[in-house]
């Protein structure tokens, strides 16, 4: 005999049971209301005879209505807004229903000596409402009572008295044995200040936490405001952090939206947390048109951009999806993480250098793809200083291998991947990211493509990118090294640029660069110190921050747009599109020559000079800004951090 779910078994019997509560409510509800009607039970004999007859019919019927509504298929512990409203608008069913049914229908047949009376038929209806909600009001309140709760647990404040804040306050009071015991909330909206939501009030601002820190003994703080722009996670951040407690968070409403987490999940804050802007809106019926039913190339795919990309692809389901990668490795991983999470799409894994155009062409000749997503490139700027062929052959020839070869397959979209590195460049991996966004542009113009460049900075949590190092760094106890304290670069979240890049994608026409809006650059010391606190330390006394001068190619501020460029709105507000002079065909030899003379490993001086020639911004001297005195200058606390003009300890 197949064993019962024990839990389902459990509802059942709680349903049998309001069943039967509202069969006894009903019977005594037109009860009362008869007696009230006519001030006691002894009752005419016309209107005993009018109550059986009413009530036989009429209380069998409203049980079937609730049962048809629903009343009989819920968990009520859990009950809320909608279970209310799904009780009411039954009864007020129900209540109508019954009048006329004994206000005109029994009367009209001839099935009632006499008509019920109005005043019994209102009465009637309003007590059908209380008797039918009050058990299922009962059962939740019981339910979510946390009996056995002797008290103990860790005592927190909810920073959001909203519809989130409600949500995790409903869960930690519902769920005692996660040790969190809410006091109250936080929330800077004066008109909620002093009001009760879930039965704690609303304490006012967060800037009132160290106070509350004390008279409350509160030992953290969950951050529920889940659109809340970065500037105000990071103030609840350093509040907490001056008042001695830690700060937990729920996601971010980008991560919300997509479905990856839950609204109650908990987690610690990140930086992602403190850069946070406003919930990116994609159109996403206008991305879907240029990839659903279509065969999509991303080249670099196992990189953190690449393979972000494929995700949110692979979402918008692609007839296929081919994963260009040089590295083994990175290519399986994310294989197999997509035919798991998107079993009905077809993905095609390549091992391919795209340095290699003949490997290109054969590779992709079996499914030539309609949409390109180009990733792959050398990025990090003080690796390709030393190796300057290396950046050319792969960021330039790797660029126009895999263009050529779109135009030759008839490939409609194109979209490389470029870089705020590429204006007004003082390094190799920037100037050659610029030549590959001229080549793009120029193939565009002469073949009537619809091929673009998206240009953005840098990625928070990319492979390589600065956070990951100055976490290695804090966990090796210090120090963490940053080039220098004026260092400022445009951040952006991998998940909201890769959004942003299939915008562009879908707003291209042909030849142009877009730029996406990354806010207001941010301090790299900054950064680091943001990264301290939340590894619940400070700078100077747990972790010190060492300047260790700016690298070779290295500036202090990047840039978005050439001088000549023009800045456009586009369709999306986050996204700008920038048009400015192309490649003029007389320096088509000189591109020629500079992926010649990388192969041919010609000296890094020669090949310089080429890049100036494509590039005249081009700036390779690099050195105004090395100054030796900074490498044994370090941050001895956070003044430094708060916008205040770095001095070294010494000065």
Known sequence: MPRKNPSLTQVAVRNRYLALSDLCGL????????????????????????????????????????????????????????????????????????????????????????????????LDASLTVFVVAAPRLLASILARRPFGNDGHGKRVLIAGAGSAGNIIAKELLAHPQLGLRPVGFLDDDPRKKGLWLCGMPVFGPPDRLPALRKEYDVEEVIIAMPSAPGSVVRAIVQ????????????????????GRVEIATLRPVRIEDLLRREPIQTDMAQVQGFIEGQVVLVTGAGGSIGSELCRQVAALCPAKLLLLGHGENSIFEIHREL???????????????????????????PHPPNTIFHAAAHKHVPLMEENVPEAVTNNVL??????????????????????????????VMGATKRVAELIVQDLAERHHRNFIAVRFGNVLGSRGSVVPA????????????????????????????????????????????????????????????DLIRLSGLEVGRDIEIHFTGVRPGEKLNEELFFGKEVANPT?????????GVELAKGLLPVVRDLIAGGQAGAPDAELRQLLLRLVPDYRPENSAHNVSGLQSRMVYGAAESAGKPFRSPNS
């Open 27 to 122: 019977v005594l509800a037109l009860v009362v209301a008869f007696g009230v009607r006519f001030e006691g039970f002894a009752w005419d004999p016309l209107y005993r005879s009018v109550a059986l007859i009413f009530g036989l019919s009429v209380i069998p019927l409203k049980l079937v209505v609730f049962f048809g509504a629903g009343l009989y298929r819920r968990l009520w512990r859990y009950a809320g807004v909608a279970e209310l409203e799904r009780v009411t608008l039954a009864t007020i069913g129900v209540g109508g229903l019954s009048t006329v049914i004994g206000g005109l229908l029994l009367p009209k047949l001839g099935l009632l000596p006499a008509r019920v009376p109005l005043s019994v038929l209102a």
């Open 239 to 258: 509040l907490a952090a001056a008042a001695g407690v830690s700060a937990r968070t729920i996601p971010g409403m980008f991560e919300l939206l997509s």
């Open 339 to 365: 035919a798991e999470s998107f079993p009905d799409v077809l993905f095609v894994p390549i091992i391919a250098d795209i340095r290699d155009q003949e490997r290109l062409r054969a590779t992709l000749s």
């Open 398 to 427: 790797g660029t126009r291998n895999v263009a050529e070869v779109a135009v030759e397959m008839g490939t409609t979209h194109f979209v490389l991947i470029s870089t705020d590195k590429a204006v007004r460049s003082t390094n």
């Open 470 to 529: 100055f976490l290695r760094q804090i966990e090796a106890g210090g120090p963490v090294t940053v080039t220098h304290p004026e260092m400022r670069r445009f951040f952006m979240t991998i998940p909201e640029s890769v959004q942003l890049v299939l915008q562009a994608g879908a707003l291209g026409k042909g030849g142009e660069i877009f730029v996406l809006d990354m806010g207001e650059p941010i301090r790299i010391v900054d950064l680091a110190t």
């Open 571 to 579: 369709e999306h507000p986050k996204v700008l599109s920038a048009r």
